[in-house]
């Protein structure tokens, strides 16, 4: 079956440094893999989408590198801030046409530390 | 502009029941999707509606539906209320069928006793 798999520990990372985040999946031939911000009780906020053609995607301190070799994407964060602190999902659209709706992982949930 | 909206808050609920919940879309948005994240859970897809049709529905039972109105605006049912269904139940919008992301509402926070 289909499954996306994140790290389900929380990640302690020092301000200023950069967070990384995996996402891996199987059995899925995604058009799209999206990253999403949620806060407690809140819903998911888009930050970047990147495409089954494309290795590499940045927005200001976010970087998006998607492998469909090993059918992993990395989330990085650049000078991190307390402020980034949040859960962070990994969602893939199967045909790119949105039909199945996005499969999401649960999350990981990261933790800045001043 | 407004975000995606979503009506009510919060819900409480007795097994059993039935229950209402509300979503507007970004002004242009055609396509609403539902989504459930129940506790411990990843978000799991539920409806998509497009254009005023149902489209597409994930791996639920037929007691979960719902409509899409003219305005693109949304409604989901669910009925005959079970403990399980406690959850956050998420809307989002997009447009272009989301080949540039979702928008997602805050939620309504369902509770069933």
């Known amino acids: 079956s289909q499954k996306i798999e994140q790290n389900s520990e929380a990640l302690n990372i020092q301000e200023g440094k950069t967070a990384t985040l995996t996402c891996n999946y199987t059995n899925y031939s995604p058009a799209y893999l999206q990253w999403y911000r949620q806060d407690p009780g809140r819903g998911p906020v888009f930050l970047l989408l990147i495409r089954e053609n494309e290795k590499e995607k940045r927005k200001e301190r976010l970087k998006v590198t998607f492998d469909t070799t090993l059918k992993q994407s990395l989330f990085h964060i650049t000078a991190s801030q307390p402020a980034d602190s949040a859960t962070y999902l990994c969602a893939l659209d199967g045909r790119g046409g949105g039909a199945d709706g996005l499969t999401f992982g649960k999350g990981t949930h990261l933790i800045i530390q001043p | 502009e407004a975000g995606v909206t979503q009506s009510p808050t919060h819900l409480i609920k007795t097994r059993g029941q039935q229950a209402t919940l509300r979503c507007s879309p970004i002004?242009?948005?055609?396509?609403v999707y539902w989504y459930q994240q129940a506790l411990g859970l990843g978000l799991q897809f539920l409806l998509w509606y497009d254009e005023g049709e149902e489209r597409n529905r994930g791996n639920f039972p037929p007691r979960f539906s719902g409509r899409q109105f003219p305005n693109y605006s949304s409604e989901l049912n669910v009925n005959a209320l079970e403990l399980e269904d406690s959850a956050l139940y998420l809307c989002?919008?997009?447009?272009?069928?989301?080949?540039?992301?979702?928008?997602f509402g805050s939620g309504t926070r369902l509770t069933v006793v």
């Open positions: 989002a919008s997009s447009w272009d069928r989301g080949q540039y992301g979702y928008t």
């Open positions: 002004s242009g948005h055609t396509s």
